[in-house]
């Protein structure tokens, strides 16, 4: 059956979310998105427990409404198997950093009045920052083991959102240096370091090409003209040449190549690494081994024995520790899941 296109017109009319009432009476809600490459309705569970239903563009308000009941299946198998075992959406009362020892007390310390005046003292690199989600502000102070929140501070996810930004600028501060040093420790060839907010992995690492050395346009052509007096050069000698056996000081250095790096291969530069942002919330021992778990890719881009072998001489318990870090990953506290942020205001789930 072919799909309703909808006109223009409906797309204004479909609604910025749904509501779903599953058998037990807990209702849940989930954002409606629009999107492009969607053929049907699809709906998500975010990590941090938010629901998402794209939709694609032909969908109209009246398709939209008469799928709903299609979800309920899944949402109450999701509902036994993994809404309930969902961080629950709260602030962290601190939050510690292994690889400082440094522990940050969270606390809402009042309006953005306030807040300003507390800026306006800070002087830490990564002291202040604010986010805004449409007339919601919040504003992160952060001073001497204290991350102060002010502004629309009954705002979780906003809260949150600041929180994972002030963590992440922190970690571009102390991961990068760190991971360098290891690599300069082992001899590895690093050739940058970045952090990111990757969804599903702890890091990545991609290897530099090797490249021809290159040679500015003007040096290329005196470098042609001097290689061609050379052969002209050289076959003038050789008419000229001294009898055997008599030395010549000037036979050494005349067959001597003037420029020997036209074709020459320049050295790997090794490779570049991406850290999460979120290895920083690592117990220190973990973290070691992912920054030579990624090291190691530099000299070996697959998992081979060849691999597992490097990776043994610098973490020597690597087996453990990666069964460590993929429980690490489901451990994370939910202010730091990634994913999109769900609908705690509109969100209700009754017993």
Same mark, same amino acid.
């Given at each position: 059956?072919?799909?309703?296109?909808?006109?223009?017109?409906?797309?204004?009319?479909?609604?910025?979310? #749904?509501?779903?009432?599953?058998?037990?009476?807990?209702?849940?809600?989930?954002?409606?998105?629009?999107?492009? +490459?969607?053929?049907?309705?699809?709906?998500?569970?975010?990590?941090? !427990?938010?629901?998402?239903?794209?939709?694609?563009?032909?969908?109209?308000?009246?398709?939209?409404?008469?799928?709903?009941?299609?979800?309920?299946?899944?949402?109450?198998?999701?509902?036994?198997?993994?809404?309930?075992?969902?961080?629950?959406?709260?602030?962290?009362?601190?939050?510690?950093?292994?690889?400082?020892?440094?522990?940050?007390?969270?606390?809402?310390?009042?309006?953005?009045?306030?807040?300003?005046?507390?800026?306006?003292?800070?002087?830490?690199?990564?002291?202040?920052?604010?986010? &805004?989600?449409?007339?919601?502000?919040?504003?992160? #102070?952060?001073?001497? %083991?204290?991350?102060?929140?002010?502004?629309?501070?009954?705002?979780?996810?906003?809260?949150?959102?600041?929180?994972?930004? =002030?963590?992440?600028?922190?970690?571009?501060?102390? *991961?990068?240096?760190?991971?360098?040093?290891?690599?300069?420790?082992? %001899?590895?060839?690093?050739?940058?370091?970045?952090?990111?907010?990757?969804?599903?992995?702890?890091?990545?690492?991609?290897?530099?090409?090797?490249?021809?050395?290159?040679?500015?346009?003007?040096?290329?052509?005196?470098?042609? +003209?001097?290689?061609?007096?050379?052969?002209?050069?050289?076959?003038?000698?050789?008419?000229?040449?001294?009898?055997? !056996?008599?030395?010549?000081?000037?036979?050494?250095?005349?067959?001597?190549?003037? $420029?020997?790096? +036209?074709?020459? #291969?320049?050295? &790997?530069?090794? %490779?570049?690494? &991406?850290?999460? =942002?979120?290895?920083?919330?690592?117990?220190?021992?973990?973290?070691?081994? *992912?920054? =030579?778990?990624?090291?190691?890719?530099?000299? $070996?881009?697959? $998992?081979?024995?060849?691999?597992?072998?490097?990776?043994?001489?610098?973490?020597?318990?690597?087996?453990?520790?990666?069964?460590?870090?993929?429980?690490?990953?489901?451990?994370?506290?939910?202010?730091?899941?990634? !994913?999109?942020?769900?609908?705690?205001?509109?969100?209700?789930?009754?017993?």
């Amino acid at each position: 059956m072919a799909a309703f296109k909808a006109p223009a017109a409906a797309l204004h009319d479909l609604p910025s979310s #749904v509501d779903f009432t599953l058998a037990d009476g807990t209702r849940l809600t989930a954002a409606v998105r629009i999107s492009a +490459r969607a053929r049907r309705a699809r709906l998500s569970l975010l990590p941090r !427990g938010g629901l998402v239903l794209a939709i694609p563009l032909s969908m109209g308000p009246e398709q939209l409404k008469a799928s709903l009941p299609l979800f309920v299946p899944w949402l109450e198998r999701a509902q036994r198997n993994q809404l309930r075992a969902l961080p629950a959406p709260q602030l962290p009362a601190a939050i510690h950093l292994p690889l400082t020892d440094e522990t940050f007390t969270v606390t809402c310390a009042g309006d953005m009045a306030l807040g300003r005046k507390a800026a306006a003292a800070c002087k830490a690199k990564t002291g202040t920052l604010q986010i &805004s989600r449409g007339a919601r502000r919040v504003l992160l #102070v952060e001073s001497a %083991g204290l991350l102060r929140l002010f502004g629309s501070v009954d705002d979780i996810p906003l809260c949150a959102q600041a929180l994972r930004q =002030w963590a992440r600028k922190k970690a571009a501060l102390l *991961l990068t240096p760190h991971l360098e040093h290891l690599a300069a420790s082992a %001899g590895f060839a690093l050739a940058g370091v970045s952090v990111r907010d990757q969804r599903g992995r702890w890091g990545s690492c991609s290897r530099l090409r090797p490249q021809r050395a290159a040679v500015p346009g003007r040096e290329k052509r005196a470098a042609d +003209r001097i290689s061609v007096l050379d052969q002209i050069s050289a076959r003038v000698r050789s008419f000229f040449s001294p009898p055997e !056996g008599q030395p010549s000081g000037a036979e050494n250095s005349a067959h001597q190549p003037l $420029h020997t790096t +036209r074709n020459a #291969v320049a050295q &790997s530069a090794g %490779g570049r690494i &991406s850290l999460n =942002w979120r290895a920083l919330l690592l117990p220190l021992p973990l973290l070691e081994h *992912l920054c =030579w778990h990624e090291l190691c890719h530099l000299r $070996h881009m697959n $998992h081979s024995d060849a691999y597992r072998a490097e990776l043994a001489r610098f973490s020597p318990h690597w087996p453990r520790q990666e069964k460590a870090l993929n429980a690490a990953w489901r451990g994370l506290p939910w202010w730091a899941l990634p !994913g999109d942020d769900p609908l705690p205001t509109s969100q209700n789930r009754e017993a």
